[in-house]
């Protein structure tokens, strides 16, 4: 009995360092938000000596942040749901169409996972800049283009969750007259709640935080995401680190407020799609 509960201790502590480490640069960024611009560069791991709220508004006005949490919006939700029909319509067809071709496909998707976006972005990136392709360069193409690199890991997590799910539903509902899209979308779909959930949450995560593509398609100030526009507090010679911690420590609270009232379907989820 002693053992166990010296091995539960060990447990609980490293636990805790970890948790300590994970946050400690979310501490960081909070402090550093309310500082003077000279004591974040003097001492940057001190307490403030006093509260610089003013950050906040600066940051606000610097930022552009309204029209910016728009674009962050208006990108999110677009990637995020068109990715949630492309790969749970997939996932079903690949599922309930066992076939060379299904197989083959699915092995491809999964295999794509593994080739980071930083391989591929010097390649798009002249592939987009060619005058031939004619791409407007706003949200809404950028919507379009997180769904192909999204659409892979989204697509595996669904084909585990849909290959739980018994055939005699689908069976039940042909009988009933149902096409395979009525089957899909009134008796399957409702079902891949928890997936679904966990599917939003990891693409949402992605998404509202990511900068590389967004440099590279959205150019015009008035199409910048969150992201880019925390950018504008650093110079080529003068950074302006308070203002900097204040505008991202502004650009993540929304998608943190999505998280924890998203986080309770998560586990579930990625448990559910993950495991055949």
Do not use: C
Not at 225 to 234: D, E, G, I, K, M
Not at 243 to 258: C, D, E, N, Q, T
Request: proline share 5%; glycine share 6%.
């Amino acid at each position: 009995m002693k053992r166990v509960r010296r091995i539960r201790l060990v447990f609980l502590l490293l636990a805790l360092a970890l948790a300590a480490l994970y946050a400690f640069p979310f501490i960081m960024v909070i402090i550093n938000s309310v500082k003077e611009r000279r004591d974040v560069a003097n001492d940057p791991l001190s307490l403030p000596t006093t509260l610089k709220w003013s950050n906040f508004t600066e940051a606000i006005r610097k930022m552009e942040f309204w029209q910016s949490l728009g674009n962050s919006f208006i990108v999110t939700v677009l990637g995020v749901s068109a990715i949630i029909v492309a790969s749970s319509l997939l996932a079903y067809y690949l599922s309930r169409t066992p076939s060379k071709f299904s197989k083959t496909t699915f092995l491809v998707l999964v295999a794509s996972m593994v080739v980071p976006f930083q391989a591929l972005m010097i390649p798009f990136s002249g592939l987009f800049g060619q005058k031939g392709l004619d791409m407007p360069q706003n949200k809404y193409t950028i919507a379009f283009f997180y769904v192909g690199f999204g659409v892979a890991l989204s697509t595996f997590l669904y084909h585990g969750f849909i290959s739980n799910i018994p055939r005699s539903l689908d069976e039940a509902a042909a009988i009933d007259g149902a096409s395979a899209f009525g089957t899909f979308r009134r008796v399957i779909f409702p079902l891949l709640g928890p997936v679904t959930a966990t599917v939003a949450i990891i693409n949402a995560l992605w998404i509202w935080n990511d900068f590389l593509l967004p440099q590279i398609v959205l150019l015009e100030n008035d199409q910048k995401t969150l992201p880019l526009r925390t950018y504008v507090f650093f110079g080529k010679y003068t950074s302006d680190y308070g203002l900097a911690m204040a505008g991202l420590l502004l650009s993540i609270i929304p998608i943190v407020i999505f998280y924890f009232v998203m986080q309770k379907r998560i586990i579930a989820g990625i448990s559910a799609g993950a495991v055949k």
